[in-house]
């Protein structure tokens, strides 16, 4: 099954903003605005931080943010904190998968 | 409050069978679309497979890495999901994560997941 690709790793010093970029096709990311971004802390299961492109689940700090131009999808973290530091995996409706596809995940580090 | 809880992992020979649970409370289960996700020891997500919702037909999509060996069922009366997995194979091997999008939210979200559960295939 096809997967979206991110970086293996973006690292940033606390307090400033680090964009992860998430890259489809014309057949998920570029198709529909069902992109939706996972944060997981090592040994816990993923936590939804974004969805549909630019929403925020309630709880979730306003220091996240998403876009996408295209077939490219961003997660933005402004204001970065040490509890930042974890894995993060979009995902993306697809039309020609089972349902989604997920990206090959972003390590985070706060230096 | 959502709570979704996975059991059924273990330690299983290649070849062997399984069945993992996924006992979900605090949403409108019979709405609900429900997903199975896993992920390999130091890998990433994957896409297992998923059942819709009766109203929906209540059919199921394996990912092409399964199809034919799991299957997923769901008892919306005792509000449990299933993942049937025959003949394992060593790259079976992760985290099984059950997962859905639960009331709030459309069928491409899963803002709700269980803690997962760990399925070790070896000789």
């Known amino acids: 099954q096809s997967v979206l690709t991110q970086p293996a790793s973006v690292s940033g010093s606390p307090g400033q903003s680090i964009t992860i970029s998430c890259t489809g096709t014309s057949g998920d990311v570029g198709a529909y605005n069902y992109v939706s971004w996972y944060q997981q802390h090592p040994g816990k299961a993923p936590k939804l931080v974004i969805y549909?492109?630019?929403s925020r689940p309630s709880g979730v700090s306003n220091r996240f943010s998403g876009s996408k131009s295209g077939s490219t999808a961003s997660l933005t973290i402004s204001g970065l904190q040490a509890e930042d530091e974890a894995d993060y995996y979009c995902?993306?409706?697809?039309?020609?998968?089972?349902?989604?596809?997920f990206g090959t995940g972003t390590k985070v580090t706060v230096l | 409050e959502v709570q979704l809880v996975e059991s059924g992992g273990g330690l299983l020979r290649p070849g062997g069978s399984l069945r993992l649970s996924c006992a979900a409370s605090?949403?409108?289960?019979?709405?609900?679309?429900m997903i199975w996700v896993r992920q390999a020891p130091g890998k990433g997500l994957e896409w297992v497979g998923l059942i819709r919702t009766k109203n929906d037909g209540g059919t199921t999509d394996v990912a092409a890495p399964v199809k034919g060996r799991f299957t997923i069922s769901r008892d919306d009366s005792d509000h449990i999901f299933y993942l049937e997995m025959n003949s394992l194979k060593t790259e079976d091997t992760a985290v099984y994560y059950c997962?859905?999008?639960?009331?709030?939210?459309?069928?491409?979200?899963?803002?709700?997941w269980g803690q997962g559960t760990l399925v070790t295939v070896s000789s």
């Open positions: 995902s993306s409706y697809s039309g020609v998968s089972i349902h989604s596809v």
């Open positions: 549909e492109v630019n």
């Open positions: 997962a859905t999008h639960g009331d709030l939210y459309g069928a491409a979200t899963l803002p709700y």
């Open positions: 605090g949403f409108t289960f019979k709405n609900a679309w």
